[in-house]
């Protein structure tokens, strides 16, 4: 017993890093709000059964870099087309 709860404690203490999505809402909103689309939720999802909110961090292509879930307020950057 002792074993499977110093298990439990353990993965909890797990970083995980998702990648972000396509699909974005079109409001600024924290990263683990931001992104809408079922893969990322898929993720999302997932993650959040193995470790801490706070462990988990998004791999953002438009920021270079990881963002965590609550951080601040992500935004949509819009593309511009030449």
């Given at each position: 017993?002792?074993e499977?709860?110093?298990?439990?404690?353990?993965?909890?203490?797990?970083?995980v890093i998702?990648?972000?999505?396509?699909k974005k809402?079109?409001?600024p909103?924290a990263?683990g709000?931001?992104?809408?689309?079922?893969?990322?939720?898929?993720?999302?999802?997932?993650a959040?059964t193995i470790?801490l909110?706070?462990?988990v961090?998004?791999?953002?292509?438009?920021s270079s870099g990881t963002?965590?879930?609550e951080?601040?307020?992500?935004?949509?950057?819009e593309?511009r087309?030449?």
């Open positions: 017993m002792t499977i709860l110093h298990e439990l404690s353990c993965a909890k203490n797990k970083i998702i990648s972000c999505g396509k809402l079109t409001r909103a990263a709000e931001l992104y809408i689309g079922s893969y990322f939720i898929t993720l999302l999802s997932y959040l470790t909110a706070k462990n961090f998004v791999l953002s292509r438009r963002l965590r879930l951080n601040g307020r992500a935004r949509q950057r593309r087309h030449n």
